[in-house]
């Protein structure tokens, strides 16, 4: 859906699932989309330089979240919004649905 205005459906992606999660990380992103860690972590390292998400380490996984300073925040998230009104419903529930975290180091299954 965003993907002609982002130019990237990849990037579409990433900012669909930070505004339904709140933190977002490579890894995972690349597991639940099926899409290799390397363009992840190239729209990730975009957006961060950009000014729009911020990262922090949490041991070992480098989570990106949005940058509460960025300018447009609200402009966007409000876009992000709407557009889950127009993604079809399998789509939601296969990718948006479900809360992929990292996990803890011996932490039982």
Do not use: C, W
Not at 31 to 39: C, E, W
Not at 55 to 78: A, H
């Amino acid at each position: 859906m965003l993907e002609n205005l982002l130019g990237n459906k990849t990037l579409e992606k990433i900012l669909l699932s930070a505004e339904r999660y709140g933190q977002v990380y490579a890894t995972g992103l690349s597991k639940t989309f099926n899409i290799p860690v390397y363009s992840v972590q190239k729209q990730l390292a975009k957006m961060e330089s950009s000014g729009v998400l911020v990262s922090r380490l949490f041991g070992k996984v480098r989570l990106y979240e949005f940058n509460p300073r960025y300018p447009l925040l609200n402009e966007l998230k409000t876009l992000l919004r709407k557009t889950f009104d127009f993604l079809p419903e399998q789509d939601i529930k296969k990718h948006y649905m479900k809360r992929q975290r990292p996990r803890l180091a011996g932490k039982p299954l």
